[in-house]
């Protein structure tokens, strides 16, 4: 008998609103066979130069550059991906695609539309489910806030933008939940996650969708 493939959740949002936390969290309660990636991957080399950037005011490198980086970074990681779902392994990811594109889009330069920015995410497999995590009070107070480039209230609300025009562009209301966690207990944010999740269909076969 062939044994389904498992399930891909993914948890996205801006910088700060728990996704780490939620996901750690996720994995625990899927229990064993359960595999957790998060995004960017620091671990690789291509991971290490993003580490670099992102850490490090004073590392140049062409916006485009960047942004490849980090497309590369998600396709050193789709084998693998692939491989854990067709064992019935379930994989969770913090962040992927949706952040790619919408914290470069974001930075608005000239000919880094939205477009440009996803087009080198074609191909890549796509989660059954997307969690948006979205916390309508101001995220700045929260430790650590601020070490990181993007990191500033300013830069944030235009990658919300972003995040909501590729929503449209990639007709994600079949597969995309926005979660609201404003105000909410990291319990409470833990136990709405967990019941969207068991209303995902487990998918019973072995194909996948991709991001077309
Ligand atoms: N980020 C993340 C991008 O700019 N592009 C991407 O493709 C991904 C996956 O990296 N501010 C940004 C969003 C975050 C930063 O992520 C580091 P995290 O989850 O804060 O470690
Ligand atoms: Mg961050």
């Known amino acids: 008998m062939s044994k389904n493939r498992g399930k891909l959740i993914l948890i996205e949002g801006l910088d700060r609103t728990g996704k780490s936390t939620q996901c750690e969290l996720l994995r625990q309660q899927f ?68 952040s790619g594109v919408a914290y470069s889009a974001a930075k608005g330069i000239e000919g880094m539309d939205l477009e440009w920015c996803y087009s080198c995410d074609r191909g890549l497999v796509r989660p059954d489910l997307t969690l948006f995590l979205v916390n309508h009070e101001s995220n700045d107070t929260r430790e650590g806030f601020g070490e990181e480039r993007y990191e500033n209230n300013s830069f944030q609300e235009k990658v919300r933008e972003q995040f909501y025009k590729l929503f449209e562009k990639l007709d994600s209301q079949n597969d995309l939940v926005i979660v609201d966690v404003t105000g909410c207990t990291i319990d409470q944010v833990s136990k709405k996650i967990w019941t969207i999740v068991q209303d995902t269909k487990q998918i019973p076969s072995t194909t996948f969708k991709l991001f077309e």
């Open 31 to 98: 229990g064993e066979s359960t595999t957790l990636l998060k995004f960017p991957d620091r671990s690789t080399a291509i991971g290490q130069q993003i580490n670099q950037y992102l850490t490090d005011p004073s590392y140049k490198l062409p916006d485009q550059a960047v942004h490849l980086l980090f497309s590369a970074n998600r396709w050193e990681r789709n084998d693998y991906i692939r491989n854990k779902l067709l064992m019935g392994d379930n994989v969770i990811m913090d962040r992927y695609v949706y």
